[in-house]
Structures are given as structure tokens and as C-alpha cells.
């Protein structure tokens, strides 16, 4: 296995090299670098790709602003990656690479919950910090790792936006919550099934029924069994969760099948390219996102959530639509770079010191760590898919346009 080496030069080139160490930075002693072992090939190659993008262009932008000045010098930073395959248990192989022979003492995370939960303990024994902005599992954050931070929302709150303003919803047209009934289908992986608890928790709270509660098939190719149900059983609501090709799946084979419900909520619709895969048979679908280019959130390095969406699709113009992944990709090197800038120094228990203290905004939204590690300053926030176009409608302080309810696909 090559690692692969990328710094500004190199924007989204591969690069097999064997890095030469030099003390507390790597590639030399003008260089920092950081080491990620993410998703390059496998089921989640994608998301994978999307986080790395977002790495790469933030490594790009703080190199071009002139890099990270420590005690008067100033250092420039670079990635080192190896593929994981989208393979736990390869995760918690390279990273031991990254850390006993190449020296790297300074971690990305990986991609999906599934792998940082293989991470977590390497960097713990290690004691080297990881920033991470793909593993959301609220799971992560109960087994006390003082080396772990996240970006990111953690998963139980990602479908909660849907759930609330289905009670909201049905409010307004005279009905009680309680009078809801709920399908839902789950990858059986540590995210979605986080996804799913915090769904049958809120679900329970307001009294509504869950009257499909599956897990999708182990290759996520095939969810007709589940549809079959769904479309005798005509719940308010269906959820799926099962990454990006769960997403496609599920839209595709709906539209199939003619199954359909007021409200259809689904991760990953972005990476799944729904939009431009399925057009209006996505129409109407809901998208629970870590970020949204429409929101109001400023930094330097970018100006705002829109100037980070407009440079990165300018930058890597195979994508129609930044997808989340990438945005809190990039939040986690701005993460870092501020860390360096406040610690001062490469000394990784005071680099984890200075993490834990993070206190900042970003063009991804804030950043303010629990004693736990997670993110607890930022929202979820629920897109609509909308002419083609992906909308922020939930919560409603956060929305740029109405929801349209009940869904209407278009073909």
C-alpha cells in the first residue's frame, strides 16, 4: 500500500511517495503534516473523495495565505494518505502506519462512523489528536478518548429536523402527531443505526407510530421487500439511511415501484447525486445536512458558507452540488490550523490541550467541543429537494424556502 502525499501543488493529484521525517513535522521542516487513512477505493469511495476534496482545498487555501506561522517561522502543511478501502479494520492497520512508520503525529479521520470507531483507539493508545469530520456516531463519544474531536453534528440529530416538522406539519392541517405513522429502513452500520435510535426516540416522544422499522440489505442494492410494505402499509413518513448508495437505491426502486408518502426523508442525497441521477422523481425528497451553502456562517479563509461553495465547486467542477462531507472536511483542517496558531508549538499533548479549547467560527459553522470530543455549537439543518434544486426549509430560522408538502415526484 502507497500513501499519497498532497499539498498545495499537487491539488487533488496522487502522489505515491515515502515521506522523509524531520522531528515534529513531516516532509521536511518547513511542513506540517497531517495523516489520514480514508475511503480512496470501496463502498464509501465517494463520501471518501468528497472529504479529502474538502481537505485538500482548505490545505490549499491556508498555503496560499501564507501557510501557519509557529514561533516566528512560518510552516506550510500537507496530507498524507492511505486507502483504507472502506474497511474498519484497514483503518486501524494504516493508521498504526501512519503513526509508527511514518512518524505522523498529527490525524485526519477517516471516513464513516464504522472506521473512526476503529481509529479512535489507535490515536488514544498513541496519544496522537484527530480531528474528524466524517464519523458521526453519538456512540464515538462515550467511551471517554481525550484524543478525539469532532466537526460534526453527531447522528441522532441528523433526522430529528424531519421529525419535528412532520409534527409541525400535520399541526397545521388539523391532525395530532400521534396520528402519524412512520416507515423506516437502516443500514446496519454504527451511523444509521445511531440515525435510526434517535428517530424511534423522538417518534416515541410525540406518539407516533412506527409501522416499518427494517434494515437495508448488507449490499444495499435491493430494498423491495421494504418498498413492498411500505406501499400496503401507506405510512405519512418513510426514512432511509444507507449512505450514498442506499440513497440511490431507495429513489430509484421507489419510483419502480410507485411508492410514495407525504414526507420522504433520506441521508446522503447530495453525494448520491439524486438530482442529477433521477431529476424529478427526486422532487420533494428531504435532505438532512451538516451544512448548507445559504447559511450565514463567516470566516477568513473563505468570507462565508457561499464563498466556500461557489471556490470549491470552481475548483472541482465535477460536482453539481458541494456535498456536506466536503464542507466539514474543510472545517476539520481550519480546525487544526488554529489549533497550530493558538498551541504555539508541536507538542501533541498541548495541541490536544488547544483543541479541546476550540472556541471559533467558520465558514461550516461554529466549533466548540464537549469535554466529550463532539461538536456541540452547531444545528442540523433539512434540505427539500425543489425544482432540481436543494433548499434549506427546516428549522424554519434557518430556511431560505418554504417546504413543499405533501411530496409530489414529477415522474
Given at each position: 500500500m502507497k500513501g499519497i502525499t498532497i499539498n498545495s501543488a499537487r491539488l487533488g493529484a496522487a502522489v505515491a511517495a515515502a515521506l522523509v521525517l524531520a522531528g515534529p513535522v513531516a516532509a521536511g521542516d518547513d511542513t506540517i503534516t497531517l495523516g489520514s487513512a480514508i475511503s480512496i477505493t470501496g463502498?464509501?469511495?465517494?463520501?471518501?473523495?468528497?472529504?479529502?476534496?474538502?481537505?485538500?482545498?482548505?490545505?490549499?487555501?491556508?498555503?496560499?495565505?501564507?501557510?501557519?506561522?509557529?514561533?516566528?517561522?512560518t510552516y506550510k502543511l500537507a496530507i498524507k494518505y492511505y486507502d483504507d478501502e472502506s474497511t474498519p479494520a484497514r483503518t486501524a492497520q494504516l493508521l498504526e502506519r501512519l503513526i509508527s512508520q511514518d512518524g505522523i503525529k498529527y490525524m485526519l479521520g477517516p471516513y464513516a462512523s464504522g472506521p473512526?470507531?476503529?481509529?479512535?483507539?489507535?490515536?488514544?493508545?498513541?496519544?496522537?489528536?484527530?480531528?474528524e469530520a466524517e464519523g458521526a456516531s453519538r456512540s464515538l463519544f462515550t467511551q471517554g478518548y481525550r484524543y478525539l474531536f469532532a466537526a460534526l453534528s453527531t447522528s441522532e440529530q441528523y433526522l430529528a429536523p424531519a421529525i419535528h416538522l412532520a409534527a409541525e406539519l400535520a399541526q397545521k392541517e388539523g391532525k395530532k402527531p400521534s396520528d402519524l405513522k412512520i416507515a423506516m429502513a437502516f443500514e446496519n452500520d454504527p451511523f444509521s443505526q445511531d440515525i435510526r435510535a434517535g428517530v424511534e426516540e423522538d417518534a416515541k416522544k410525540l406518539g407516533m407510530k412506527i409501522v416499518v422499522d427494517d434494515k437495508l440489505p448488507r449490499d444495499l442494492s435491493d430494498m423491495s421487500a421494504t418498498l413492498t410494505k411500505v406501499k400496503a402499509l401507506k405510512p405519512d413518513i418513510i426514512f432511509v439511511s444507507g449512505h450514498t448508495k442506499g440513497a440511490a437505491t431507495a429513489t430509484r426502486q421507489m419510483h419502480e415501484m410507485g411508492v410514495n408518502a407525504p414526507m420522504v426523508a433520506m441521508t446522503h442525497c447530495e453525494s448520491a447525486n439524486l438530482t442529477g441521477k433521477f431529476a424529478g422523481a427526486a422532487e420533494g425528497i428531504l435532505c438532512p445536512t451538516q451544512w448548507a451553502e445559504t447559511l450565514k456562517y463567516k470566516d477568513d479563509l473563505y468570507g462565508s458558507a457561499m464563498g466556500f461553495n461557489t471556490l470549491f465547486k470552481k475548483t472541482y467542477p465535477e460536482y453539481n452540488i458541494v456535498p456536506y462531507q466536503a464542507a466539514q472536511g474543510a472545517a476539520a483542517v481550519e480546525i487544526w490550523a488554529d489549533a497550530f496558531r493558538r498551541a504555539q508549538s508541536f507538542d501533541s499533548e498541548k495541541l490536544r490541550d488547544a483543541l479541546a479549547a476550540t472556541d471559533m467560527e467558520t465558514f461550516y459553522g461554529h466549533i466548540k467541543f464537549s469535554p466529550a470530543g463532539n461538536n456541540i455549537a452547531k444545528p442540523m439543518v433539512l434540505r427539500q429537494i425543489q425544482g432540481g434544486k436543494y433548499v434549506v426549509v427546516a428549522p424554519s430560522k434557518y430556511a431560505s424556502d418554504p417546504v413543499v408538502f405533501p411530496r409530489k415526484p414529477t415522474n
Open positions: 463502498k464509501y469511495s465517494q463520501e471518501g473523495k468528497n472529504a479529502s476534496d474538502g481537505y485538500n482545498l482548505t490545505v490549499k487555501m491556508i498555503n496560499e495565505r501564507g501557510g501557519i506561522k509557529i514561533n516566528g517561522k473512526t470507531k476503529a481509529a479512535a483507539p489507535v490515536v488514544e493508545k498513541y496519544k496522537i489528536p484527530m480531528v
